[in-house]
């Protein structure tokens, strides 16, 4: 893929918007998501080959911003550690941003231990509340593959759960 | 373990993003916008993304602008260019100690704790930078951070137009490992504001906020050390373009 000057600007006021919705709900900061937008719309411009025309710009941007997202979060120096078992009691996500910091400060903790592909299913299921279609169609896979993850996520927080939780 | 706050039929996220972005197939666009004409909860959620849009293009309108807003005067687009001056920069200024020895390095302050020091590209010239350096507007700096012990880092700099900080992005000072002469990874290209600039490294042994220092700095045209922390001050002299 080629990118222009012209189609990059167009592809940043188009989907510039919504990768930082995105990234501000998952890290819950106006300044990292800004960063995160920054650094993935900079990684297109500088290696746009990696935008697979097969799929769309909105679900290729999706992956991205939540990669970057996973990364920051997990190397976040000041992170607070908080028990797996406080996920399963993580009440249903608002659609709004940031309105619930304690819900979503509780399941960004998570995804801090969750293994890297199931924190990606993770997020398309709870933060952006997503179909199994859809989060396919993110993934690259059959909607078959997505329940799988979705029970593997369960199973291995129910494992967590009865482990002894280590600070 | 519960997922979903909206019901079966409603539209997710990703497809109300690939609406307003024109990706929809016709007939998965008509499925959609009738759906919102029904679905007052989904229609909500479409307005509140359209007008986050706005707000989010009104702030940042175009990539570079955004980048600005990022990191301020940070040029991050140009890293990989500017990594290349800054190293050359760095590999001749170790160069000329090997050969030389250390008691000839170019000229620096006189430092004990922990310090910064900067390197200077005007057009295609770069040089290691010293007190009361002559720049122009447009060069771009380069920094590196000395200390002995882990710190939490922030640059801060006065000019004639006001105080701004250079470093971090973020609200908060960024903790830096021990080390001699570690890049930050970013640089900076000055502004158009001429006369004296001073640029401030506070080095503190806990975290803290950048913000009210900056503020301090803005209206009192000085920064003394808060406790637990220590500054090295890097002094320019910002000169009309020849």
Redesign the interface.
């Known amino acids: 893929m080629t990118l222009s000057r012209e189609h ?2 167009e592809l ?7 990768a ?3 990234a501000r709900r998952l890290l819950g ?1 106006d ?2 998501a ?2 995160v ?2 650094d993935v ?2 990684s297109l ?1 500088e290696r746009p080959g990696q935008f697979a025309a097969n799929s ?4 290729f941007l ?1 992956a991205a911003v939540t990669h970057a997202c996973l990364n920051r979060i997990r190397n976040h ?2 992170r607070t550690r908080l028990s797996l078992q406080h ?2 009691q ?7 941003p940031i309105a619930q910091p304690d819900q979503t400060s509780v399941l960004r903790s998570a995804l801090e231990q969750l293994p890297h592909e199931l924190a990606q299913v993770a997020v398309y ?2 933060f ?4 199994h279609r ?1 989060i396919a ?2 993934l690259g896979c059959s909607h078959r593959h997505v329940g799988a993850l979705l029970k593997r ?2 199973h291995w ?1 129910n494992a967590e759960e009865r482990e002894p939780c280590v600070s | ?6 019901a079966d039929d409603c539209i ?4 109300l ?2 609406l ?4 929809l197939a016709p007939e998965s666009m008509a499925r959609v916008q009738a759906h919102l004409t029904t679905c007052e909860r989904c229609a909500s ?1 479409r307005n ?2 359209q007008r ?2 706005e707000a ?2 009104a702030a ?4 570079d602008a ?2 600005v ?3 301020r005067k940070l040029q ?2 140009h890293w990989p260019a500017a990594r290349a001056w800054w190293l050359g920069a760095a590999l001749a200024a170790c160069a000329v100690v090997a050969l030389l020895g250390p008691q000839l390095q170019p000229p620096t302050r006189s430092k004990g704790g922990p310090h910064v020091d900067f390197f200077v590209k005007h057009a295609q010239r770069v040089e290691r930078g010293t007190l009361g350096q002559s720049v122009q507007p447009g060069d771009l700096l380069r920094f590196t951070y000395s200390t002995d012990a882990p710190r939490y880092l922030a640059l801060l700099d006065r000019d004639a137009r006001g105080a701004s900080t250079f470093y971090p ?4 000072a960024v ?1 830096v490992a021990q080390g001699a002469n570690v890049a930050l990874a970013f640089s900076v290209e000055l502004d158009t504001s001429l006369g004296p600039e001073r640029i401030y490294a506070v080095f503190c042994s806990e ?1 803290f906020v950048v913000e009210p220092l900056r503020a301090a700095l803005a209206n009192t045209d000085s920064l003394p050390a808060p406790p637990g922390c220590q500054i090295d001050v890097i002094t320019l002299n910002k000169e009309p373009s020849r």
């Not at chain 2, 373990?1 to 909206?6: G, T, V």
């Not at chain 2, 997710?12 to 497809?15: G, K, Y």
């Not at chain 2, 940042?60 to 990539?63: C, E, I, L, N, R």
């Open positions: 990059f600007d940043y006021r188009r989907h510039a918007p919504g930082f919705r995105r900061s300044a990292d800004h960063e937008v920054h719309f900079l411009w769309s710009m909105s679900t999706y120096n000041t996920f399963k993580a009440p249903t996500l608002s659609v709004a299921y709870y952006d509340e997503l179909t859809d169609s993110i996520i369960e927080v | 373990m519960r997922q979903l706050s909206l997710s996220d990703l497809v993003d690939e307003a972005a024109g990706e959620r509140t993304f986050e849009r989010f293009l940042a309108p175009s990539f955004h980048a807003l990022v990191g991050r687009r992005a973020s609200t908060q903790r975290a």
